[in-house]
T-cell receptor, first 114, second 112 residues
Framework: NAGVMQNPRHLVRRRGQEARLRCSPM?????VYWYRQLPEEGLKFMVY????????ESGMPKERFSAEFPKEGPSILRIQQVVRGDSAAYFC????????????FGDGTRLSIL | RKEVEQDPGPFNVPEGATVAFNCTYS??????FFWYRQDCRKEPKLLMS???SGNEDGRFTAQLNRASQYISLLIRDSKLSDSATYLC?????????????FGTGTRLKVLA
């Protein structure tokens, strides 16, 4: 499967635990974007990364959330000390970094906080 | 003003109808444009890119009007399976970094 791969598909955490969401971009794509979607709401941009660089994190909450895209391996979205309000679908998308090319999305990770 | 605006709908149309969605964007430097489709609880999927000259893919036609800064999507002969949320997306950026700005989506319900 050459598409965007996200794992896990479903993640359950208790309040106060940490959640780690992983995203491997499509082959040949070096730009990764993370979005959050609450039930019955639209996609909200969180962060845009290239290898080893955060390009735009204007949509990231100031506390508890962080993202990385290391030279080797997948991009990671990390949520520390999760709260009930973090329950959402988290989508990752990748693009080749060319202006007329679209993003392609992974299946998403559904995070549930007990 | 939002960077990308869409009528949220819902648009309820009978099978076989023609339906059109519009989307306006505020950044005149926007470079490329796309329509995505999102089914309930699923990831957005690319429906089509929007080219300056307009383009068609089967029952779907997309148009771009740079002067008025809007794009449109026309769906002919609607099917039940077209029921979904349609997202307008605008690409903005320079020097190898590109951001994709999403509208909030227009919900379509095709009724039997």
């Amino acid at each position: 499967n050459a598409g965007v791969m996200q794992n896990p598909r479903h993640l359950v955490r208790r309040r106060g635990q940490e959640a780690r969401l992983r995203c491997s971009p499509m082959k040949g794509h070096s730009h990764v974007y993370w979005y959050r979607q609450l039930p019955e709401e639209g996609l909200k941009f969180m962060v845009y990364l290239q290898k080893e660089n955060i390009i735009d994190e204007s949509g990231m909450p100031k506390e508890r959330f962080s993202a990385e895209f290391p030279k080797e391996g997948p991009s990671i979205l990390r949520i520390q000390q999760v709260v009930r309000g973090d329950s959402a679908a988290y989508f990752c998308a990748s693009s080749p970094g060319i202006s007329n090319q679209p993003q392609h999305f992974g299946d998403g990770t559904r995070l549930s906080i007990l | 003003r939002k960077e990308v605006e869409q009528d949220p709908g819902p648009f309820n149309v009978p099978e076989g109808a023609t339906v059109a969605f519009n989307c306006t964007y505020s950044n005149s430097a926007s470079q490329s444009f796309f329509w995505y489709r999102q089914d309930c609880r699923k990831e957005p999927k690319l429906l089509m890119s929007v080219y300056s000259s307009g383009n068609e893919d089967g029952r779907f036609t997309a148009q771009l009007n740079r002067a008025s800064q809007y794009i449109s999507l026309l769906i002919r002969d609607s099917k039940l399976s077209d029921s979904a949320t349609y997202l307008c997306v605008v690409n903005v950026g320079t020097s190898g970094t590109y951001k994709y700005i999403f509208g909030t989506g227009t919900r379509l319900k095709v009724l039997a």
